[in-house]
Nanobody, 130 residues
């Protein structure tokens, strides 16, 4: 069984930065692609970023259009933790942020479709004020 635990959310003014963390509890962390999603009240869940570290340590990352150039996803395979560093935050980034694990091939997981992600954390709230 896999458990994902997020932390690092909070309130910040527009233009500020936050870093979210998600720790994976379970087996075979390195076989999963990890993703971040967000959902604002009244809106659909949106894929934010995904990452996978392949054999030899090469990592692959992909981002939702709305966060490209502002957010960076990374992971520490020793700590079984994935991070989302968010810069230049905007009020439109206000949402509940969820960490998720995808056990399929990277070519599917990179598309950030929530249905491809099997395990989900409880979420951490990010609020950006203007």
């Amino acid at each position: 069984q896999v458990q994902l635990v997020e932390s690092g959310g909070g309130s910040v003014q527009a233009g500020g930065s936050l870093r979210l963390s998600c720790t994976f509890f379970g087996y075979a962390y390195s076989t999963y692609s990890m993703g971040w999603f967000r959902q604002a009240p009244g809106k659909e869940r949106e894929g934010v970023a995904a990452i996978y570290t392949g054999a030899g340590g090469t990592y692959y990352a992909d981002y939702g259009d709305s966060v490209k150039g502002r957010f960076t996803i990374s992971q520490d395979n020793v700590k079984n933790t994935v991070y989302l560093h968010m810069d230049s935050l905007e009020p439109g980034d206000t949402a509940m942020y969820y960490c998720a694990a995808c056990g399929g091939a990277w070519r599917w997981c990179r598309n950030l479709r929530s249905g491809d992600y099997r395990y989900w954390g409880q979420g951490t709230q990010v609020t950006v004020s203007s």
